[in-house]
């Protein structure tokens, strides 16, 4: 057991530019869950998939958000157009069924 | 809907000095309190599940209690490797929900 991975760990962009970042769950977790955390606030929902069906997005999720797991394995989380305010740290987490969440290290990202 | 609101949000302990962090909630029925430690630029490190009123799980120096309302996460003799914001997160019946997490509460033990 490897622990959740994720993919960059930094990301410095530009305003404008689209990123990709990708999160390698624990293996055989068939639940993958997308939080953002911004500093001084506790991680907040973005999305969820349960093996490769995306069952449940949060409001937050605005239209620039894309997010996959094809094959119900890894997943990415796509951000375009990006802007100042999508600074924040992306967190990735992982559980089998409805257990305990257990989180990736995070990908701080920063939009000049 | 689903609430968590922490206290302190800051907390700072002299080595040895005993505290309790305070996680009170609001849920349309609790599935389960959980608590993680989180250090700066990682991400959030699972201590305890809670699932019923009345329950307490301990690991080291930290002892974590549940009731209808709210959890405490007790600190025992606190050393400075225990500085770290501690997360409070609830989810509710459903089971397919995902966490609700509270702002944290940072602590800081100084030796």
């Known amino acids: 057991d490897t622990g959740v991975s994720q993919n960059p760990r930094h990301k410095i962009t530009k305003r404008g530019q689209n990123v990709t970042f990708r999160c390698d769950p624990i293996s055989e977790h068939n639940r993958l869950y997308w939080y953002r955390q911004t500093l001084g606030q506790g991680p907040e929902f973005l999305t969820y998939?349960?093996?490769?069906?995306?069952?449940?997005k949060s409001r937050l999720l605005s239209d620039r958000f894309s997010a996959e797991r094809p094959k119900g394995s890894f997943s990415t989380l796509e951000i375009q157009r990006t802007e100042q305010g999508d600074s924040a740290m992306y967190l990735c987490a992982s559980t089998e069924g409805a257990d305990t969440q257990y989180f990736g290290p995070g990908t701080r990202l920063t939009v000049l | 809907e689903d609430q968590v609101t922490q206290s302190p949000e800051a907390l700072r302990l002299q080595e040895g000095e005993s505290s309790s962090l305070n996680c009170s909630y609001t849920?349309?029925?609790?599935?389960?309190l959980f608590w993680y430690r989180q250090d700066p630029g990682k991400g959030p490190e699972f201590l305890f599940t809670?699932?019923?009123a009345g329950e307490e799980k301990e690991k080291e120096r930290l002892k974590a209690t549940l009731t209808k309302k709210e959890s405490f996460l007790h600190i025992t003799a606190p050393k400075p490797e225990d500085s770290a914001t501690y997360l409070c997160?609830?989810?509710?019946?459903?089971?397919?929900?995902?966490?609700?997490f509270g702002k944290g509460t940072r602590l800081s033990v100084i030796a």
């Open positions: 849920v349309s029925g609790l599935r389960g």
């Open positions: 997160a609830v989810q509710a019946l459903s089971g397919n929900t995902p966490l609700v």
């Open positions: 809670l699932y019923s």
């Open positions: 998939f349960q093996n490769e069906a995306q069952l449940e």
